[in-house]
């Protein structure tokens, strides 16, 4: 308990970093000479197209995450529409996709009648955040769903609540005595121990997996449109013997991108891993 | 550094600072979350359950034929082996009754031939006797006979009458037999 709680007291000081470093990155970009367009944090927020200034309000990232949900229904669709006991090649890939989050995730961490519980909700975020994730290197919509803070705070907000339910529906007494007084330790450390698992447990736990997910989209944005404006400005507004480093730029542009898919992967991954790790412990009798 | 970022920000009008949420993009967020959780939670989850099931159903149902396969291949194998040990002992039994029949088919070929031969024998002895009979009878009539002869000529008078001559005959005969007698007596 105490190492996850520390981990997780570092994982927001990483992320800010990054994103402090993913800022700095651009700071060039705004004092050089106005030839060179870098990446600036209003990518991620352009003009409204639908409804301004409303709550219904539409713009560029909000219809890529439509576009995520459409692929999302498509495939899924597609795929479980006529199920057969012996797949063919596309749904032995969707099932593959599902036996994921099934048996890696919910079955491992939570057993199967739990695992059976909680198996929707772990299976939205796995997919919704992978499919989010996957527009980011997806040309034409270019940007993440999840790299504006809605989709990981709604899904982080999903977690915590579902991890407190859980820990509530089995017992009240026990998920709150193993959240903040965990067994094990004499009772003089409580005072210490105590505050330290209220704020990791029911403070860090949700900022830490909104942060994490929102962080890595963000700043994996902000590369790749480093290294391709980075091109475009070496090859073309340069050119000559520039355009050598031009292809460098573009070479790591491309390497970064099939980077990015592994972090869409892997953040989808580490998301739906960690709830189910948080509802594991919620529902464990004694740590 | 940052606030030169931010500064320039702020010079296009607003100031968006990534970690606050806006009303809308939580709004959409949360749409998309509820849609995508109902799709998988009634349509694609049950039925890939459904699937889960089916399949292990299949799987279970194989495993059943295969054990039922097992079970008649075994009980085939015990007929067949009940067979052979029935035809084993159908065998055994017949080469025995064949050993007895012969032995008796001997026996009685054997009592057969003693009680032929002891037959043959005894119808052998028979005849003898007969013959010795007959020959006693024609020897001691033609002993007679040619005594008688002997004896007329002898006294001359003729004895021809068949009484006359077996009487004499007979006395002639006792009286040998009791000569004989009393000379055996004496010695």
């Known amino acids: 308990m105490f190492v996850v ?23 060039p970009t705004a004092t050089e000479d106005g030839e060179f367009h870098g990446p600036s944090i209003d990518e991620f927020f352009p003009g409204a197209l639908l409804f301004e200034g409303t709550a219904f309000e539409i713009n560029r990232i909000m ?15 597609l795929g479980t529409r006529n199920m057969r006991v012996v797949p063919g090649r596309f749904q032995s890939l969707v099932e593959m ?14 057993g199967k009648k739990d695992g059976k519980r909680f198996l929707p909700i772990l299976t939205t975020m796995f997919f919704m955040i992978l499919f989010m ?72 736990r949700p900022i830490t997996l909104t942060l994490r997910l929102m962080m890595n989209m963000i700043v994996g944005h902000l590369l790749l449109v480093l290294f391709f404006a980075a091109t475009q400005f070496f090859v073309f507004q340069l050119s000559g013997w520039w355009t050598i480093v031009g292809a460098g730029t573009l070479a790591f542009g491309l390497a970064f991108t099939l980077f990015e ?3 869409a992967v892997l953040q989808a991954y580490v998301f739906a891993l960690l709830t189910a790790v948080y509802i594991q412990l919620a529902v464990a009798e004694e740590h | 550094m940052l606030h030169a970022v931010l500064s320039a920000a702020t010079e296009g009008g607003e100031t968006h ?40 159903e299949a799987i279970e149902g194989n495993i059943a034929k295969a054990d039922e396969a ?66 006693l009878v024609s020897l001691r ?6 005594a008688i002869d002997l004896a007329s000529g002898v006294i001359g008078e003729s004895l021809s009458d068949d009484a006359k001559a077996t009487a004499v005959v007979d006395r002639f005969l006792a009286d040998l037999e009791a000569s004989e007698a009393t000379a055996g007596g004496k010695k």
């Open chain 1, 5 to 27: 709680a520390r981990a997780e007291l570092h994982a927001p000081k990483q992320e800010k970093a990054l994103l402090a470093h993913a800022l700095n990155l651009l700071v």
């Open chain 1, 63 to 77: 219809l890529v995450r439509f576009v995520a949900v459409i692929a999302l229904f498509l495939v899924f669709w």
């Open chain 1, 97 to 110: 996709g599902l036996d994921v989050v099934r048996v890696n995730i919910a079955d491992d961490l939570l």
């Open chain 1, 133 to 204: 994730n996957l527009t980011g290197v997806i040309p034409f919509l270019n940007i993440a769903g999840t790299s504006v803070i809605g989709v990981p705070l709604v899904l982080a907000i999903v977690a915590y609540i579902t991890f407190i339910y859980a820990g509530v529906k089995k017992s009240p007494k026990n998920f709150f005595k193993n959240s903040l007084f965990p067994s094990g330790v004499p009772w003089p450390v409580y005072i210490i121990v105590t505050p330290i698992e209220l704020i990791s447990t029911f403070v860090i």
């Open chain 1, 261 to 263: 898919v592994l972090v």
């Open chain 2, 17 to 56: 600072s990534p970690v606050i949420p806006e009303l809308y993009d939580i709004l959409w967020s949360s749409v998309c979350f509820v849609i995508i959780l109902v799709f998988f939670w009634k349509y694609v989850l049950p039925r890939v359950q459904k699937l889960l099931d089916e399949r292990a």
């Open chain 2, 70 to 135: 097992q079970r008649k291949a075994e009980a085939a194998l015990e007929e067949y082996t009940a067979q052979l040990a029935d035809a084993r002992t159908e065998a055994g039994r017949i080469r025995e009754t064949a050993r007895e029949d012969g032995k008796k088919i001997v026996a009685e070929a054997k009592d057969t031939a003693t009680v032929e031969a002891a037959r043959v024998t005894a119808s052998a002895q028979a005849q003898i006797e007969a013959e010795r009979q007959t020959a």
């Open chain 2, 141 to 146: 009539s033609e002993v007679g006979t040619l």
